[in-house]
């Protein structure tokens, strides 16, 4: 006797869920950078302001920066290299959110500068709260599309990068012993 196929819950499926995914991701980097690149002597001033970097690398840093998450933003918007971008997502973001934490943790009262206007602040706490939830939201984001990379209105789809999952029957299941 054939299994019998599982019912499909409602509800979005795992490419709907990743295309949410991608935009929402791709929509935090590409805000997040523009207002970094319109004024990067701000990006510098924050950068700087963390105080985790040697001065040599403060510049290169506040520079590349809004670069790398305009670049961010490209791929996950049009879903180019999608597995990359999420793996670069997750890393940037673990690294903002370690950088927010050890503010927080030494006691320094500066602004994120996570969507520009960085420098010192009298009251970061809520700064720092918003921004590790941000972070931990994106990394989430990010884990998700490693898992499921394959969304709608892709690039990667049109292109036949990934493909979508084919349901898989349960003789081609594994079967441990």
């Known amino acids: 006797m054939p299994p019998l196929p599982r019912p499909r819950l409602p509800g979005p499926g795992p490419e709907t869920l990743s295309t949410l995914a ?10 997040s950078g523009w207002t970094k690149v319109v004024d990067v002597e701000a990006t510098v001033r924050s950068v700087r302001a963390y105080d985790l970097l040697p001065e040599s690398l403060v510049r290169v840093t506040g520079t590349g920066l809004p670069v790398l998450e305009l670049g961010l933003a490209a791929l996950l918007l049009t879903g180019l290299a999608t597995r990359l971008a999420a793996a670069v997502t997750a890393l940037l973001s673990l690294a903002f959110l370690v950088g927010v934490g050890s503010a927080w943790a030494r006691g320094l009262s500066i602004e994120c ?9 009298s009251n970061p ?8 939830a941000l972070d931990t939201v994106l990394i989430g984001l990010a884990a998700w599309l490693l898992r499921h990379p394959a969304s709608r209105f892709s690039l990667d789809g ?17 079967v441990l012993p």
């Open 125 to 132: 706490v809520p700064g720092y709260v918003r921004e590790i």
């Open 113 to 121: 500068g996570c969507f520009g206007n960085g420098g010192f602040t």
């Open 22 to 31: 991608r935009l929402l991701a791709g929509g935090v980097f590409a805000a």
């Open 158 to 174: 049109a292109l036949r990068l990934t493909t979508a999952p084919t349901p898989r029957s349960p003789a081609q299941k594994r």
